[in-house]
């Protein structure tokens, strides 16, 4: 089934699109409004003692995220480990959606009410602290199942079934799915004061488990040889491996640069929805309010002209080499971070965006790309693990945490409706992520150097 030339056949297109796009959908749930969740539900219209006498919602937002990712990448490595062993993508990635969606749509029912009459709690500390440590769990189970469906199988059958020939291009589509998907649940961020998060989770979680349905009758698994060779366990590690390093020195190199970038990414972040409402005073309301036809009208061009422009980018790096778009991303997504500390007021902070965005884009095509080329054949499915490794657990776990700490020295405090003092993040975060972002490069032009040197001999 793996296509060996530039083409991919339309049902593996596809097949990369629906499932690309709905695990976005799933991922940025979870990112955008499990965050949200914590701070307008849970802790909203609690008491001051209640607030003062369980965890701070900044730590626990930051709490959950490290944790998920924690589980995160236990199942990639897990559960990727497995599909090679069997050689088999697809019980994975169906059976996965199908859970993933059921899990989303459980938070549906999470409240502090509902853990009140459940655990029978009087203590409004207690009812909050439990509530608290029910969304994070229920966060975790999410991750892990979410994993093993997309980062675990789905990822490992995208390698499966391309080549270096079309990787890029397929890499420019796949970037773009997280960003169409963010949009789509920014939409719906909106409708959050008249529908609920209820709504919201148990509604996307449906089209979650369909999705997965779905994969039961169209997804089609690569030739992947069972690897019976080795011990389960031996495999599951076999990316720590002193000798594997070194004999993957590129891969390394290409995983190091792809963790500076999304810990940069995960230092605001997991703030920015926050920030936005709290600090920039933005209101998706207002915003649609405003819009004319002739504003909507420049905006799909826009969209329009971006879109082409990164599928063009990826086509482009796959004929002319990926190595050459790098630092050029790098540099763009550093000075769209900086700048957007700057920013007063949210026309300027959508502006300084886009060359963040642009530069964000374009270096996951390349990289990303660069990753699936450089995997060893056999060991795909393991080496996801040691990819979410780079991607996921390592950002989400010290991105949090500097902007939770760069948030501290410019953090604002408000008194909500509730008469409840409350905190909110502050410009700082997006100045300490552009620092992040700059280290990028020490892992870029080392792998640059590598390339040049292989090339002349």
């Not at 410009?427 to 002349?456: C, D, E, G, Y």
Request: aromatic fraction near 12%; charge should be positive; charged fraction near 10%.
């Amino acid at each position: 089934m793996q296509k060996k030339g530039s083409g991919l056949g339309a049902k593996i297109w596809l097949n990369i699109i629906i499932f690309g796009f709905i695990g976005q959908i799933a991922w940025a749930v979870e990112n955008m409004f499990f965050n949200t969740f914590l701070y307008n539900s849970v802790y909203n219209g609690a008491s001051q003692a209640a607030v003062n006498g369980s965890i701070d919602v900044m730590s626990a937002i930051s709490t959950m995220v490290a944790a998920s990712a924690s589980f995160t990448v236990l199942a990639t490595f897990l559960m990727g480990t497995l599909s090679d062993k069997i050689g088999k993508r697809k019980p994975f990635i169906s059976i996965g959606y199908i859970l993933w969606g059921i899990v989303t749509a459980v938070f549906g029912v999470i409240s502090r009410d509902n853990t009140a009459k459940l655990f029978h709690l009087t203590d409004e500390v207690r009812i909050l602290t439990v509530t608290v440590a029910i969304v994070i769990v229920m966060d975790c189970v999410m991750s892990f199942i979410g994993s093993t469906g997309n980062d675990a199988a789905f990822n490992a059958w995208v390698t499966d079934v391309t080549s270096t020939k079309n990787r890029a291009t397929v890499e420019s589509v796949l970037t773009l799915l997280p960003l169409v998907a963010t949009a789509g649940v920014m939409g719906l961020a909106g409708a959050v004061e008249s529908i609920g998060y209820n709504v919201i989770f148990i509604g996307l979680g449906g089209i979650v488990t369909v999705c997965g349905i779905l994969g039961l009758f169209t997804v089609k698994d690569a030739n992947v040889q069972p690897q019976t060779e080795g011990s389960y366990w031996k495999d599951i590690v076999y990316g720590f491996r002193p000798s594997v390093v070194k004999e993957n020195k590129k891969l390394y190199l290409a995983l190091s640069a792809n963790c500076f970038t999304s810990t940069a990414f995960q230092v605001f972040f997991p703030y920015i929805f926050i920030y936005l409402g709290n600090v920039m005073h933005f209101s998706l309301d207002n915003v649609m309010a405003s819009l004319t036809p002739a504003i909507m009208a420049v905006a799909a061009v826009v969209v329009i002209a971006a879109v082409a422009m990164v599928i063009l980018a990826g086509r482009l790096m796959d004929k002319l080499g990926k190595e050459k778009f790098m630092v050029f991303s790098v540099v763009l997504y550093f000075l769209g971070l900086f700048a957007a500390g700057f920013a007063k007021n949210i026309v300027v902070f959508f502006i300084c965006a886009v060359p963040a965005l642009l530069g964000w884009a374009l270096f996951g095509i390349a990289m990303n790309a660069s990753v699936r080329d450089f995997m060893p054949e056999g060991k795909i499915g393991s080496f996801q693990g040691i990819r979410i490794l780079f991607y996921v657990l390592i950002p989400m776990i010290i991105g949090p945490f500097i902007g939770n700490v760069v948030c501290r020295f410019s953090e604002i405090t408000y008194t909500n409706e509730y008469g409840v003092v409350t905190s909110a993040p502050g410009n700082v975060m997006f100045w300490a992520a552009a620092a992040v972002a700059v280290l990028t490069l020490i892992p870029v032009l080392i792998l640059r150097r590598k390339s040049r040197n292989m090339q002349a001999q």
